[in-house]
């Protein structure tokens, strides 16, 4: 069955979870969506950079990189019934505006009979994973930095074949 994987802040193929799992389900149709409320406040040099980085990614993917512009809770929805997707993978997000953004959208999904499938995360350890010895994140970088090394971090994911 094909899913979709919406790209947002992990703009790569090398070490992803979401991709690996979406790859799983069977045919991957990658999409990024230029989301307004994000891109077109953004200055000149990133999206400069936003273009670059994207003209990158579809050569990855011998020009396959689906790319819309629109409110995400619309597009995405939109098209996963164009391409006949069952699920929409994603890289887990924590921030609150893409945490905000994501409900909207799984919930927009889920109104269409599309799964939702949260996985992994674009930062090599999820943020709040590690906390101080009062359950609390931590507030200093060093500290941080110290038990970060002691936690460690999953190996990198491996780059399904054949896409």
């Not at 936003?50 to 990189?65: F, I, Q, V």
Request: proline share 9%; hydrophobic share 40%.
């Amino acid at each position: 069955m094909t899913s979709i994987l919406w790209l947002r802040r992990d703009l790569r193929r090398a070490d992803h979870p979401a991709l690996v799992a979406a790859h799983e389900d069977g045919p991957v149709v990658p999409l990024f969506v230029l989301d307004p409320a994000f891109f077109d406040d953004a200055g000149r040099a990133r999206q400069a950079w936003l273009a670059r980085t994207l003209r990158a990614l579809d050569e990855s993917y011998d020009g396959r990189l689906c790319l819309r512009h629109g409110a995400p809770e619309q597009v995405v929805p939109r098209v996963a019934k164009e391409v006949g997707a069952t699920s929409v993978h994603v890289s887990a997000e924590t921030e609150p505006d893409g945490a905000a953004r994501d409900a909207r959208v799984q919930e927009a999904l889920a109104s269409h009979g599309v799964a939702w499938a949260a996985t992994g995360s674009p930062y090599a350890v999820t943020p709040g994973r590690i906390r101080n010895q009062q359950g609390n994140p931590y507030r200093v970088f060093t500290p941080f930095s110290r038990a970060w090394r002691e936690h460690g971090w999953r190996p990198p994911a491996t780059e399904p074949p054949g896409l």
